[in-house]
Every structure is written in C-alpha cells, then in structure tokens.
C-alpha cells in the first residue's frame, strides 16, 4: 500500500520562500525547446512581493510555456526557477510546488464538474494531502467559515450546493479562482481569467484581482488588452520566447519595438 | 437522526435485501423436505452464491471505473488469483483422497512427477495464510501494474488495453504446467473446506451465507470510501486530473491505492466463488471475462454501488437463462443489451428510477401548478 505519512506532506506547506530581496520568483536564463522549436528562449524575469504583474504576447510568445515551466509540468532545458531565493521548484513535481503555495488558474476554466462548488472549495483547502487523512477527515468549523469566507469573496454564496458544471462560464472562472484562494498560496499565476466573460463579468473579476495583490502575488496573462489597461501597474512582454519590454502600460505602449510585434497588430485592426 | 440516514444512503436497504435473502435461502433449503413448494434447491442456493460473487466483483469494478474513471478489462486477473489462492487451500484439503493417493502433493503433481511442492505452494495447507494471499497476490499484481501504469501516466484507453493484456498474460502462464497450478485443467475435485464436506448442504448455505456477507462488508467499505473526502478526490480526478494534481494531490497515489482495494475485493469475490463452483481454472483470466465484468457495471449503473450489484445479477441471471435455451446467441443478447442501455439508460438500471421519479414528481408540480 502507497501509505504516505501525514507530516513529510506538510512540509512544503512550512516552506516560506524567503523574499527579503522583495522577490518571490525567480525564472533566471530559461529555456525550453520542443522539437528544435525554442518555446522560451534565455527568458528571465522577476516577480515581486505582492505585486500584481500582467503578461502579455502574442500567441505563441510563450506565456502558457513558463506557466507550465513554473508549476513544474514542462521541465527547462536550461535555467533557473526558484520561489523566493533558495526554493528551487525544478527539483519539485507539480503538487508539490502547489502546496509550496503557488496557485495556478488554467486558460480553460476547469473546476470538478460532477462536485458541489462547496465540495470544490473543499477539496482545495490547505492541508494534509495524503489518502489516509483524507479518508478519514471531517470539516472542521474553521475551515467551513474559511470556505464561507471565500463564496463571499468570489460571490457564489448562493450557489454553494450546486454542482458545479452547471455553473455559467464566468463562475467556474470564479469557482477557480476560489480553488486557488482556499490553498491559501503566495504566488497565483492566472491564465486569460476574462476570456469569455461579459463585460460585467470582467469589471468585478478585475476588482477582485486587484483586491488579492498585496496579499499575495498575481501574475495575469491576458489578451484583452482593456483588461490589462484596467488593472496593470506593470507589463511584461513577451515575443518568441523572451521578455520584449517591461513597464508600465503607458511605457509599454510608446515603446517602439512593442507596438511592432505586439500592439501593431491591433491598432492596424 | 435524518442526518444519519442520508448519510448511510442506500447502505441498510442493500445489507437489509441481502439478509432477507440469505435467511429466506436458508430456511427454505434446510427446513422444507425437497418436493415442497417452498423448498430451495441446494442448486439454486449455489446458482444464486455465484451471483453474489459476481455482484461483489462488479463493486470492485465499479469502484475503480465509476468513481475514478479507470477502464481496467482486467480485473479478472484479480478475481482468479483470490480463486486460485482459496483453490490451492481446497486442494491440499484432499489430502491422501486423490486418484493417487499422495497425502502430500494433489493429483496433478504426481502426474508430472513432481517429488516435492513448489516454494509458492509453502504453507498452502493452512487456511489463514490461504486467506491472507486471497487479497495479498491480488493486491500485490495491482500495485506493481497500478505504480508502474499510473506513475508514468498511462490513462485512457492505452491503459485499458494494458489491464487486458496483463490477464491474458496470466491465463497464458496458468495454461501452462509447469506454473504448477495444475495448467489447462486448473484446481478442481474438491472436498471439504475446514474439514466441512462441500457436497453438503449446510456447507452451501454457510459459503452463500458468507459470500452474502463479505458482499454487505464491501459495499460498507465501498460506501465509506466514496462518501469519503477521499473518495471525492478520487471523482475529481475522474473529472479533471490535471487540476487535482495543480491543488496539491498526488492523483496516482490515490489511483494506486483505489485500484489495490479494487482488487483485494476481487480477489475476495474470487476466493468465494471458487468453494461454490467447484473449480478454478486458467479460462476466469481470459480477457473476455473482464470484459463481461464492465458491461455489468454499465448495464446496472456505472458509479451507483448498488447498481453494480443489480447489474451483476441482472445479467449473471439472463445468462444463465439465455445460455440454456439457445446458448449461441448469448453473446449477441449480451451485445444487444450493452448497446440498449448505454443508448436508453446512459446511466444504467440504477440511473432509471431516480429519472422516473423526477419526472413524476415534475408531473405532479405541473399539476399543482395548473
């Protein structure tokens, strides 16, 4: 039997990336190839404490790639990731790099359809991972108002019975972002949260981005580029596998090199 | 108290329906004389044994396939090595009563002239280690095949076809005589089980009296495991594993650990299934088998517990029905059905009444509401 003891799973919850530099990621010289295509080519980039950062590129720039290079699904070829200045995450595997405390949202929203939004919540609270604890755990009152506390924040208080694919598309973006929140992480890296929201929609997940960073640090990739106008402080862009420019909006959009390759194509629109 | 009820759900109906039945059984065959209109043939009794048998294998089934989304065609494997376990138990219980007469070694050794057992037959004789192997060798097949498979994420159908080619594997082996598991004639001629006789009827009922409960314990373990927050982790990775691994779970160790408990169950419906047949041999590997084992789970409800047991018996009883009347068109009956149901009943016989009772219940709505 795969028994796994309680305590050597919590140990990544207890890792605390040290951010005394005021840096809580680092993708230093990075590349990855697949099949001599070179995804990501000597990237590097850092992620401040707290901040909110937003991502930008066309597709292909690489975006989805160091998203996964982060969390640990693609393995670089060459480089250096690390949480904080001594947490190497290439010597981790992805759920051990989530419960380090690094929070991921997919492109796609994908939430458990068949569960409740609160079984949801539930399955993603921080914790013991591990079967034998689970197979025999109960809620406790604390992490049922914790759960409470997150339907408030992302606003399905109302829905919190209801199975979860049959939520319309904005609130499984939501119910995601919710997941995220529950593992209580220090580095959420959301991937296009608004693809497909109406235009309310997009307001309120724009205040509730904006509301996390601080707390925590958020790094947004999107292609609306109204949505990132919206709640940017500073953009990253990305072309063909490194960082083209980085500042704040209005930098990024009266640099020369930017509105060539990336903002170009939509003002010729 | 409400809270309660729902949370054993259809837990007290399905061991409530299995204690009825195995008292039912019982009285019947042993209180009324043969002739009597209420008299139970010791036939049906072993008939209806089998079933339970299968019913438990289904919930194994099931449990892997309906909850964590594992396709294995080859849970047959784990049935017939239980069997062979409880087999080899059953044939050193003959003693010197063989053709041969050997105390020692059964028949089929001293037909190839084998002069001592085999190191696996050590301590075959006794029945608590038998026991113990009956979910040990089965256990222990699925976790090297499920660490193997699910740590190098094998999923899908390149999985599925994995599962069958490690039975057929199996039942290639056990043909052969030199496996030393008696090859193309398997384990058979029992005589007692615990120095009962096996042609008894008392024996019968107590082997149906104990299959019926090792069904009621599985479906307990079952229920507990799936109503667990385990089990909805094992669902959510059904649903969606990439995003169970994202969340900080390791899916393949919950899908190792889900597939060892499958098969220690069925390796358990195998041990009893083999003292009330009679026999065990290499055919219970073979891939068709396996097969027939998921079309029970779908016909009865894939992911309903009790469905899998309705299933299991459902179809185990149509065969025996169908075989004998014209026993070549079984398997397109067998066909006919899996494709019916999965076109009417996409969640199985356990998926239809709820559907009629939602629609009963929106009829009488529409009734108050006009």
Known sequence: MSREAGSPLLEEENIKPDTRHGVILYVEDVSVSF???????????????????????????????????????????????????????????????????????????????????????????????????NLFHKLSGEQSDEIAQILHTIGLVGECNMQ?????????????????????????????????????????????????????????????????????????????????????????????????????????? | MADLLKKLGSLPVVVGCLFITTLYVSVCNLAFPEGSALHVSTYTVTLFGKYLCYALLALAVDLVWGYCGILSLG??????????????????????RGVYG???????????????????????????????????????????????????????VYLSIMTQAVTYAFMLAFFRNEMGFGGNNGLTDFKDILGFSLQSNTTRIALFAATATFLAIGFAICHFIVNSKMGRVV????????????????????????FVVSAMLAGIAGALYVPQVGIINPGEFSPLNSIEMVVWVAIGGRGSLYGAIIGAIVVSYAKTRFTAIMPEAWLYALGGLFVLVTLLLPKGIAGFFPTIAARFNQKKLAEVKS
């Open chain 1, 35 to 133: 099949d001599g295509f070179k995804a990501l080519n000597d990237l590097s980039l850092y992620i401040n404490d707290g901040e909110l950062r937003c991502l930008i590129g066309a597709n292909g720039a690489g975006k989805t790639t160091l998203m996964d290079v982060i969390t640990g699904k693609t393995r670089p070829d060459v480089g250096k990731v690390s949480f904080g200045q001594q947490v190497n995450l290439l010597e981790m595997d992805e759920a051990q790099i989530a419960r380090a405390g690094i929070g991921r949202k997919f492109q796609k929203p994908t939430v458990f359809e068949n569960l409740t939004v609160f079984e949801n919540l539930e399955l993603s609270l921080h914790g013991d991972k591990g079967i034998w604890a």
């Open chain 1, 164 to 269: 979860a694919g049959a939520l319309s598309h904005g609130q499984k973006q939501w119910l995601e972002i919710g997941m995220l929140l529950a593992a209580k992480p220090r580095l959420l890296l959301v991937d296009e949260p608004v693809a497909g929201m109406t235009a309310q929609e997009t307001e309120r997940t724009a205040e509730l981005l904006t509301s996390l960073a601080g707390d925590h640090s958020v790094v947004v990739v999107e292609h609306d580029m109204a949505f990132v106008r919206s709640i940017a402080r500073k953009v990253t862009v990305l072309h063909q596998g490194s960082v083209l420019a980085e500042g704040s909006m209005s930098e990024i959009q009266s640099n020369p090199e930017v509105v060539r390759v990336y903002l170009g194509e939509e003002t010729g629109e």
């Open chain 2, 75 to 96: 849970h047959g494997a784990f049935f017939a090595l239980g069997g062979y376990a409880m087999g080899m138990y059953l044939m050193r219980q003959i003693g010197d």
């Open chain 2, 102 to 156: 050997n105390p020692e070694l059964p028949d089929f050794m001293v037909f190839l002239n084998w002069d001592a057992l085999p190191w696996y037959w050590a301590g075959s004789d006794s029945f608590i280690w038998m026991m113990i192997m009956v979910v040990a060798a089965p256990g222990l097949l699925a976790y090297i095949f499920g660490s193997m498979a699910f740590r190098s994420r094998v999923s899908g």
């Open chain 2, 235 to 258: 669902t959510a990775i059904r649903d969606s594993e990439n995003r169970v691994r994202f969340i900080g779970y390791k899916p393949e160790n919950y899908k190792v650990w889900i």
